[in-house]
């Protein structure tokens, strides 16, 4: 998985916010809600999220943790400490699957 500069996901998140602000001040700004929607899909490509909002919040939690911080987050794997050396394999494990 390619993951963005960090530096270009916190340029991109700061100026969704600034838009999104601005989007909130003036609502019936056409050239603000589009240049708005137009930062919310520029963020939503970088971070690899379909929603805006999403996009955003994987963006910050990005930019709070570190790099194996976040993948790990994103698979759904729990985080260890320290990376236990197991025994050898078990016999079920050294059969082979092949054919199955």
């Not at 698979?75 to 260890?80: F, N, Q, W």
Request: overall charge positive; charged content about 35%.
């Amino acid at each position: 998985m390619l993951l963005p500069a960090k530096a270009e996901v916190a340029r991109h998140l700061r100026r969704y916010r600034a838009w999104e602000r601005a989007m909130l001040a003036r609502p019936d700004d056409r050239r603000v809600r589009s240049t708005f929607e137009d930062a919310g899909y520029t963020l939503c490509v970088l971070m690899g999220k379909r929603c805006a909002r999403e996009a955003a919040d994987a963006a910050e939690r990005y930019l709070r943790t570190t790099l194996v911080t976040y993948l790990r987050e994103q698979s759904g794997r729990p985080l260890r400490s320290s990376v236990a050396r197991r025994g050898p394999p078990t016999a079920a494990e050294r059969r082979s699957r092949a054919g199955r």
